[in-house]
């Protein structure tokens, strides 16, 4: 039992410097985490033994150390967060009958949008396969999740010419666009597009999110357009949305 709380003050200094924007002085590591000084050196020197941090001595800083890369290296090999998603996929487009629809799993690769895993109730002819990119901008999916980012940082990720894309003349092609687009959608909690990536087809979608409460992924469906109104895109819409929290649920989204 003396070893569980170093091991939760462990994991608790890799999460704080994973989600650092580089390395941190060990003080200022105590000082967020609520550490008692001494403590966090010593805490540290057994971590870089092991190697999950290093030490900067130039700077006095700590970062992450191979260690964790060699963890998240394993997290990605074991699929976890399509494993977790098929069963709800595969729920999600029983629930959506009687409208014939794909549901798929995508996360963001940049300014792309990357799909994971799919389930489908009817083959539909659409570019939305696993493994594809997509414009982040002009999917469902991707938007879902720039819409639960801060928009600093998309503005950031959008910056250059060629982050912008145009595939049926529909859809975003200027941060303001873009912009007025993200606000609705966060406001609302789901995303959608109507012939933005393939002509005839629409989706709807709502972001994943992580036990930092950020977004790591997105649910949605994709359906032919002429066969849906409003009213069924707002219920396709709701029961994304519920798969999402369900997942980020099972990730540890409190």
Not at 104 to 112: D, M, R
Not at 158 to 164: D, I, V
């Given at each position: 039992?003396?070893?569980?709380?170093?091991?939760?003050?462990?994991?608790?200094?890799?999460?704080?410097?994973?989600?650092?924007?580089?390395?941190?002085?060990?003080?200022?590591?105590?000082?967020?985490?609520?550490?008692?000084?001494?403590?966090?050196?010593?805490?540290?020197?057994?971590?870089?033994?092991?190697?999950?941090?290093?030490?900067?001595?130039?700077?006095?800083?700590?970062?992450?150390?191979?260690?964790?890369?060699?963890?998240?290296?394993?997290?990605?090999?074991?699929?976890?967060?399509?494993?977790?998603?098929?069963?709800?996929?595969?729920?999600?487009?029983?629930?959506?009958?009687?409208?014939?629809?794909?549901?798929?799993?995508?996360?963001?690769?940049?300014?792309?949008?990357?799909?994971?895993?799919?389930?489908?109730?009817?083959?539909?002819?659409?570019?939305?396969?696993?493994?594809?990119?997509?414009?982040?901008?002009?999917?469902?999916?991707?938007?879902?999740?720039?819409?639960?980012?801060?928009?600093?940082?998309?503005?950031?990720?959008?910056?250059?010419?060629?982050?912008?894309?145009?595939?049926?003349?529909?859809?975003?092609?200027?941060?303001?666009?873009?912009?007025?687009?993200?606000?609705?959608?966060?406001?609302?909690?789901?995303?959608?597009?109507?012939?933005?990536?393939?002509?005839?087809?629409?989706?709807?979608?709502?972001?994943?999110?992580?036990?930092?409460?950020?977004?790591?992924?997105?649910?949605g469906v994709t359906f032919v357009s002429t066969e849906s109104t409003p009213a069924?895109?707002?219920?396709?819409?709701?029961?994304?949305?519920?798969?999402?929290?369900?997942?980020?649920?099972?990730?540890?989204?409190?």
């Amino acid at each position: 039992m003396t070893q569980v709380p170093a091991a939760t003050r462990a994991l608790a200094v890799l999460m704080h410097l994973a989600s650092a924007p580089g390395p941190m002085p060990a003080a200022s590591i105590a000082r967020s985490l609520g550490l008692p000084r001494s403590s966090t050196y010593h805490l540290l020197d057994a971590m870089r033994e092991s190697g999950f941090v290093v030490h900067i001595p130039g700077e006095e800083r700590w970062g992450l150390g191979i260690a964790a890369f060699e963890i998240g290296a394993a997290y990605v090999r074991h699929d976890p967060l399509e494993r977790m998603a098929t069963p709800l996929l595969q729920a999600l487009v029983r629930a959506s009958a009687p409208t014939a629809v794909v549901a798929y799993l995508g996360v963001l690769h940049g300014t792309e949008t990357l799909y994971l895993a799919k389930a489908e109730s009817r083959h539909l002819p659409i570019v939305t396969e696993v493994g594809v990119r997509l414009p982040a901008a002009l999917t469902a999916s991707g938007r879902a999740m720039l819409a639960a980012l801060p928009i600093e940082q998309v503005r950031a990720d959008f910056a250059t010419p060629r982050a912008w894309v145009d595939r049926t003349g529909r859809g975003p092609t200027t941060w303001q666009a873009l912009r007025a687009l993200l606000e609705v959608e966060r406001d609302r909690g789901w995303s959608e597009e109507d012939g933005f990536i393939t002509e005839g087809f629409a989706s709807v979608a709502a972001p994943v999110r992580n036990h930092l409460h950020r977004p790591v992924a997105a649910i949605g469906v994709t359906f032919v357009s002429t066969e849906s109104t409003p009213a069924v895109r707002r219920a396709l819409a709701a029961k994304s949305m519920r798969t999402a929290r369900e997942l980020s649920r099972r990730l540890g989204e409190r």
